[in-house]
C-alpha cells in the first residue's frame, strides 16, 4: 500500500484542479492560492516519495503531468473566460500545447518515435507561466498589496516570449527527429 502513496497524492491533485479552477471562477483568489500552495506541495511530496520508496510507476508517469497540465492549462483558461488576462493569452498558452498534441499525435500515428522529453526551453516556458498566474492570483489577493501594472504586465510579457519561443523550439526539434526518423537514424530527443 505505502508504494501506491505516490500515486495517490498525484490523484489527489487532480481532483483539486476543478476545487482551484472553482475558486478563481468566483474571484475568491485567497481560498485558489491556499489550493495551488496546496498542489504545489504535493507535487513536490509525490516526486520525493516516489523516488525514496523506488516506487515509480507508469501510472505515476501519467497523473503527475496530467495533473499538473490541467491545473496550469485550466487556470489561464478561467482567467481568460472570467476576463481576468486577455483571451490572447489563454491563446498563446493553449497554442503551444495544441502544437505539442498534434506533433505527439502524428509522431505516435505515423513513426516509431515514443520518447518525448521535455526540452529546457519548455521547462523554462511552464515555470514562467507558473509564475505569472501565481502573480495574477497574488494580485488579486485580499491577503497581499497590490503590485504595480507594470509588474503583471511584464509577467504577462515573459510568458509570451517563454511561450512562443518553447513553441518555436518544439517545432524545431520535432522536425529534426520526423527528418531522423525518415532517414533510419534517430533523430534529437526532446531534452
Not at 9 to 16: H, N, P
Not at 102 to 122: C, D, M, N, Q, V
Not at 123 to 151: C, D, E, M, W, Y
Not at 156 to 178: D, E, K, N, P
Request: with cysteine; hydrophobic share 55%.
Amino acid at each position: 500500500m505505502i508504494r501506491h502513496l505516490p500515486n495517490l497524492i498525484s490523484l489527489a491533485r487532480l481532483v483539486l484542479v476543478p476545487v482551484v479552477l472553482r475558486a478563481i471562477w468566483f474571484h475568491e483568489y485567497d481560498w485558489a492560492l491556499a489550493w495551488c500552495a496546496v498542489a504545489g506541495l504535493s507535487d513536490g511530496l509525490d516526486g520525493f516519495l516516489a523516488r525514496r520508496l523506488r516506487a515509480i510507476s507508469r501510472a505515476g508517469a501519467y497523473l503527475d503531468p496530467l495533473a499538473d497540465k490541467l491545473l496550469l492549462s485550466g487556470t489561464y483558461l478561467t482567467l481568460g473566460l472570467s476576463h481576468v488576462i486577455p483571451w490572447w493569452l489563454t491563446a498563446v498558452v493553449f497554442g503551444r500545447d495544441l502544437l505539442m498534441l498534434l506533433f505527439l499525435a502524428g509522431a505516435i500515428l505515423f513513426t516509431r518515435i515514443r520518447e518525448f522529453k521535455p526540452t529546457i526551453w519548455g521547462k523554462i516556458s511552464t515555470a514562467v507561466q507558473i509564475f505569472t498566474a501565481l502573480a495574477i492570483l497574488l494580485n488579486r489577493s485580499s491577503h497581499f498589496g497590490q503590485f504595480p501594472p507594470f509588474f503583471e504586465n511584464s509577467a504577462i510579457a515573459l510568458t509570451v516570449i517563454a511561450t512562443s519561443w518553447s513553441a518555436v523550439h518544439y517545432a524545431w526539434v520535432g522536425v529534426r527527429m520526423l527528418r531522423g526518423e525518415r532517414l533510419g537514424r534517430p533523430g534529437p530527443q526532446m531534452h
